[in-house]
């Protein structure tokens, strides 16, 4: 760990020439860890055994793992520091920071994605309607380094592909300058996940308690609830009331085919209340619907090639982005060859217990699909498509193929 010293040690010195400019400090992060090379001198698991044998560690920042599984803090500075983040679990949030600095890639790798958000309407300091675009998608693999900027300038996701991975951060204190540090949710919405009162958090708790104890106007308790409440709070009791919906044990309550009906009837509450602001949350939570259905079917697959290919179906929302990243970690492969492959393997895998039965989420899933695909893919339009199928007498069913595949959930990035 002599070298992580020497690193917070020349940055240090390298700052202080600078009297402490944040602006400055992220280049100086960055080229300190370029220079220090410690991913070539240092494992995750020296880390792990230097943190167990150390009577007393430096000061830790985030003491209780609120990010990161965990987060070690291996240098403490006067204005910055130096974390380790072990990371478990992918994540599909996107976010900016309340601080700056720089962070490579110790063990593992991710998809980076770096978004722009154009701010349509701002709710207020904590809440605002806007449109997300992706500026950058790469792959960040061991020894990469990348800057981080305080505020909406560097707005960004990573998606961890193996477990564990691993990070080193040099980073400064949180920042004032920078606050609220929002989240962001795909298409158009951002919020502070970190605001809080004590009177909706005890509401959500109250609300959460009479859903599961099958109370019979639950329901109507809601949708007063979301008529006389504001855009931030509403969204936060539409992500609540949206996990309970889809627990089983609440069907009964509600006595609707499925969970869908019910949480329709409350997003016209806000849009209703909102206008626009609140008809937009309509398509954030489609797409979190999307990344729940994706994410659950990655969870059954355990190759490494079809566990990146549906990383980059829950991450990136469209077919050139896709196809670029699958040539930087395969640069002798197709894209198209390559997800083509990938479909027929995930097509012909087995999920026991589920009425899909494959790993796409797609019924019945077979050659006739894969064509469709295929020619998708090429850019053939709906009616290329049947033209290239023939027989006049099958063009009701490839039409229903084609529909099939146009809208399956896990088609869409490719197909958008």
């Known amino acids: 760990m002599e070298s992580v010293q020497q690193l917070g040690t020349e940055i240090e010195a390298l700052w202080l020439e600078q009297n402490y400019n944040e602006e400055a400090f992220p280049s100086i992060a960055k080229e300190a860890l370029q220079k220090a090379g410690l991913p070539s001198k240092l494992s995750v698991w020296d880390v792990v055994e230097w943190a167990l044998k150390q009577h007393e560690l430096p000061r830790q920042r985030d003491l209780h793992g609120r990010f990161a599984d965990p987060p070690i803090t291996i240098f403490s500075g006067l204005r910055f520091h130096i974390d380790v983040y072990f990371w478990f679990e992918s994540t599909t949030s996107v976010h900016q920071h309340a601080f700056c600095g720089a962070f490579q890639v110790l063990h593992g790798s991710s998809i980076h994605s770096w978004y722009e958000f154009d701010i349509y309407e701002k709710i207020n300091k904590f809440a605002q309607i ?112 949206r996990r309970l919906l889809r627990s089983n044990q609440f069907s009964q309550l509600f006595k609707l085919d499925g969970p869908n009906e019910k949480f329709e009837i409350f997003l016209a509450v806000v849009a209703k209340r909102h206008g626009r602001a609140g008809e937009s949350l309509k398509a954030v939570f489609q797409h979190i619907d999307k990344l729940d259905e994706i994410m659950a079917l990655r969870n059954y697959v355990s190759n490494a090639e079809h566990r990146f290919f549906m990383a980059l179906l829950l991450n990136i929302d469209d077919q050139n982005h896709i196809f670029s990243l699958i040539k930087q970690r395969f640069p002798d492969a197709d894209p198209i060859e390559k997800v083509l492959d990938w479909v027929f393997d995930l097509a012909e895998t087995r999920v026991v217990g589920f009425e899909t039965a494959n790993a796409l989420g797609i019924p019945d899933f077979g050659e006739t699909e894969m064509f469709v695909l295929e020619h998708l893919l090429y850019g053939k339009s709906d009616e290329d498509v049947k033209t290239a199928f023939g027989a006049d007498n099958a063009k009701a069913e490839i039409s229903e193929n084609i529909a099939k595949v146009r809208n399956a959930v896990i088609f869409r990035p490719l197909l958008s």
């Open 130 to 241: 806007g449109e997300m675009k992706l500026k950058v998608c790469e792959l960040l693999e061991v020894g990469n380094v990348q800057e981080i900027w305080g505020g909406p300038q560097y707005i960004h996701s990573l998606f961890h592909l193996e477990q564990p991975s691993a990070t080193i951060v040099v980073r400064t204190d949180r920042s004032p300058l920078h606050l609220p540090q929002l989240n962001y949710y795909k298409p158009s919405f951002a919020a502070d996940p970190f605001f809080e009162q004590d009177t909706d958090v005890k509401k959500l708790q109250v609300l959460s308690a009479s859903v599961r104890a099958n109370h019979p106007d639950a329901h109507r308790l809601i949708e007063e609830l979301l008529e006389k409440n504001d855009l931030q709070t509403s969204f936060n009791i539409l992500t609540q009331v």
